[in-house]
Every structure is written in C-alpha cells, then in structure tokens.
C-alpha cells in the first residue's frame, strides 16, 4: 500500500498550482480528518491515520484542473492520485464531494472516506457546524441550491456515524474536531 509522505504530498499539491484559500482550506480539512482518525483509533477501530492525513490534504487536488478542461470534482483528483502511484488515496478523494452523498457509487464508505468527507463538511476557511457549512454552500452555489438541500440529511449521518463509533455525543464529536481546527 502506498500512501506519499508529507513531502511527496506536499510536492503534489504544489504541482497542481492550487490557490492559497484551496491549500489553507485542505491543510483545515487535514487538521480536522488527523483528529478524527485519532478518536476512531482512540476508540480501537484500526484506520491508517497517514492515508486519512494525505487524503484531506489532496482532497481538492483537482479544483484548477476541472476548472481547466472540465469533469467531475473528486474523480478527476482521485484518476490523478491513481496515475501518480497513489491508489489508496482514490476513493477518500472521489467520495469527499457533496455530490457524493447523493451517489451509491460514491458514497463514502470507509474511515477513511467517512473521516475526509465528516471534515469538508465541517471546514471552509474556518471551522463550521454542518448546517452553516451547508448554508454557505446554497449562498454561494444557488444554483445547486436543491442538491445542496438533499445532502444535509446524509451529511449529519455521516458525522453521527462518527460520533457512534468513538462513543461521543456529537456536539462532544464537533467540539473536539473544532479544538484540532483551532490547533494551527
């Protein structure tokens, strides 16, 4: 299994040219997802905190590609990852999406993927519950206002799911992944 050390993902997110908010946002995302691989490995539940890690911060790996030449945002970063030696990282990439939790095919199945997509729903460029994260979405993107919508109810399931499995309540659950956001 290859997962990139920090460096090699370091190098990957500078080869892919991202804007300054899309990197501050992912190393968010990272923070929070290393937080919540903690607390399922905390509550004995094996997840490789390394490929969570690299996941969260390569999630987004493709925004200025689709914005180029098109496709649809978490596959093409997962096909990229892929081509570049990283398969494992594939399906936290594909499946991190709002659109995702919409989609059996890319549901996110997984710690991994549960963990990734739990703190995009939870980071932009500061740490949000999901309601004002989804709420920000439907300002910004009314034209996906309907999507938007239907997702809210998958996306609590997700972080409830979390807090399940490492025993927490989830306002417990949200408190600590906001101290591991506020921990820069």
Do not use: C, N, Y
Not at 64 to 91: D, K
Not at 110 to 119: D, H, I, R
Not at 165 to 183: F, I, K, Y
């Amino acid at each position: 299994m290859a997962v990139p050390d920090r460096d090699t993902v370091r190098q990957l997110l500078a080869d892919a040219r991202l804007p300054h908010g899309i990197v501050v946002h992912s190393e968010g995302v990272a923070r929070v997802a290393r937080a919540g691989a903690g607390l399922v490995a905390e509550a004995s539940i094996p997840v490789d905190g390394a490929l969570v890690e690299a996941a969260a911060l390569l999630h987004d790996i493709d925004k200025e590609e689709i914005r180029r030449s098109g496709g649809e945002h978490g596959v093409v970063g997962a096909r990229q990852l892929e081509a570049a030696g990283f398969a494992e990282l594939a399906m936290p990439v594909a499946s991190h999406p709002l659109q995702a939790l919409l989609d059996d095919d890319r549901f996110p199945i997984g710690w991994p993927s549960v963990l990734v997509a739990v703190a995009d729903r939870h980071v932009a460029q500061e740490f949000m519950t999901i309601d004002d994260r989804l709420d920000d979405m439907k300002t910004r993107h009314p034209e996906h206002v309907e999507s938007i919508e239907s997702a809210r109810r998958p996306a609590h399931a997700l972080e409830e799911q979390l807090a399940e499995a490492t025993g927490l309540s989830v306002g417990d659950l949200v408190a600590r992944l906001r101290a591991a956001w506020e921990a820069t």
